[in-house]
């Protein structure tokens, strides 16, 4: 068990450009979650994957948000036209179920200049 | 729907006790708690479960009212270590998969 990983650590974008994040988390885990935190902030949650299955967008997730989890491993956050706004750290986390927590990554630190 | 935590901050000496809220006006199936230290990411403590016992994590524990759907973190003879912010993350009863909403944190620090 590696835990959580996240790919970069760090990603500096210029404002319009698309960036892509992965995540692999832990093989044993069929949830895996993406949140993201701004500083000061707990962490806010954008989508969920069940398995391969996307069973949850958050509302406040514009259309240039896109996230998938091919055969239900890896999974990848794409971030289209990217804005300032984005600029935040995005988390990663798998479970096993409700009555367990999360395994979080370290997270992929956004900077859109 | 963020549930509420209080108080925002505490600062403490090695060896004091610490109480740390978490209030939801919804209905709740579980409680978690968290600790985050500046610049990684945040550390499962434990879950409180509706109609489940009290947890307790070395000199740490939480229980769960829910009555008032509020836990409560109990941090016993701080330690240095204890430094960060603890994040509690609410699932609401009869939703979504383990989908957790974070409070807005409560910054602990120890001195010696």
């Known amino acids: 068990d590696t835990g959580v990983s996240q790919d970069p650590r760090h990603k500096i974008t210029k404002r319009g450009q698309n960036v892509t994040f992965r995540c692999d988390p832990i093989?044993?885990?069929?949830?895996l979650y993406w949140y993201r935190q701004t500083l000061g902030q707990g962490p806010e949650f954008l989508t969920y994957?069940?398995?391969?299955?996307?069973?949850?967008k958050s509302r406040l997730l514009s259309d240039r948000f896109s996230a998938e989890r091919p055969k239900g491993s890896f999974s990848t956050l794409e971030i289209q036209r990217t804005e300032q706004g984005d600029s935040a750290m995005y988390l990663c986390?798998?479970?096993?179920?409700?009555?367990?927590?999360?395994?979080f990554g370290s997270g992929t630190r956004l900077t859109v200049v | 729907q963020q549930p509420v935590q209080s108080p925002q901050a505490v600062i403490l000496r090695e060896g004091e006790d610490a109480v740390i809220n978490c209030s939801s006006s919804?209905?709740?199936?579980?409680v978690h708690w968290y600790r985050q230290k500046h610049g990684e990411a945040p550390v499962f403590l434990m879950i409180?479960?509706?109609?489940?016992e009290q947890m307790r994590h070395e000199k740490i524990s939480a229980s769960f009212n829910e009555k008032k759907q509020q836990s409560s973190l109990y941090l016993t003879a701080s330690q240095l270590s204890y430094s960060g912010t603890y994040f509690c993350?609410?699932?609401?009863?009869?939703?979504?998969?383990?989908?957790?909403?974070f409070g807005q944190g409560t910054i602990l620090t120890v001195h010696p």
């Open positions: 409180l479960l509706k109609g489940g």
């Open positions: 919804k209905a709740l199936y579980s």
């Open positions: 093989s044993e885990h069929n949830r």
């Open positions: 994957f069940q398995n391969e299955a996307q069973l949850e």
């Open positions: 993350g609410t699932e609401r009863d009869g939703t979504s998969y383990g989908k957790l909403t």
């Open positions: 986390a798998s479970s096993t179920g409700s009555n367990y927590g999360y395994t």
